[in-house]
């Protein structure tokens, strides 16, 4: 009887313990972390507005040459994700510009200037706070654009020589956006800057003018794709 009683006590500690473990939820599985370097690439549009003065003649002539582009290159980052749902990061990426050239005359005259976009960049912290896989994140730092341009004649009329000019100017860039990892690894992003490239004076003796002023300010709209390693 004594050994019955054993056997018994034995197999409901048994089932007692089966049961408990059946019970017990599983372990979540671990959540996505956005912590992480990473590389894409990304496509967009730019609206550029731009400001080209000769400021030497009377009254000022002005031209104003919208010279808006798509965009293609690539980019690189890393992020870093806190236990408080708060992620930094800082990203940096580099682009060409297509479709990439406008012309405009000068306010009293047959002639004008025409801008050329050849290529930019820029480097950015990055402030976000992610749901899960999505993350909306405000962003801000340095960029950079080359271009150049000149005269043309834009009616019958003369074209002021010499007036042309080439540079790299650095300016600031703030804006916001989102990313959504769809996989562990595979993230997309789309985000809107604005840009402030300043004023710039190139001597152009030549022109009779100097020095031409040339203000160049950039929208941008941008979608890009990365790999999170």
């Not at 042309?164 to 959504?180: E, R």
């Not at 562990?184 to 001597?203: E, L, Q």
């Amino acid at each position: 009887m004594r050994i019955a009683l054993a056997i018994g006590m034995s197999l409901l500690g048994m089932g007692t313990a089966y049961a408990a473990d059946v019970l017990e939820p599983a372990a979540a599985a671990p959540s996505f972390s956005w912590s992480g370097v990473y590389v894409g690439v990304q496509g967009g549009f730019s609206w550029v507005d731009t400001s080209i003065t000769l400021p030497n003649f009377a009254g000022g002539y002005e031209a104003s040459p919208s010279p808006n582009a798509f965009t293609l290159g690539g980019q690189a980052g890393y992020r870093y994700q806190f236990d408080n749902n708060v992620v930094l990061g800082v990203e940096g990426d580099l682009y060409s510009y297509f479709n990439k050239e406008d012309g405009a005359p000068f306010n009293f005259s047959a002639s004008g200037e025409s801008v050329t976009l050849n290529y930019g960049g820029s480097l950015r912290g990055q402030v976000g706070y992610f749901f899960d896989r999505l993350l909306p994140y405000v962003t801000g730092g340095v960029a950079f654009i080359d271009y150049s341009g000149g005269g043309i004649q834009t009616f019958p009329g003369p074209i002021y020589p010499g007036a042309d000019f080439s540079g790299t100017k650095a300016g600031w860039t703030v804006g916001a956006g989102l990313a959504y990892a769809f996989t562990d690894h595979f993230i997309a992003n789309v985000d809107y800057r604005y840009t402030d490239f300043g004023s710039t004076s190139f001597d152009t003796p030549q022109a009779g003018a100097g020095s031409t002023e040339v203000n160049l300010k950039e929208n941008a709209l941008k979608i890009g794709f990365s790999y999170k390693f």
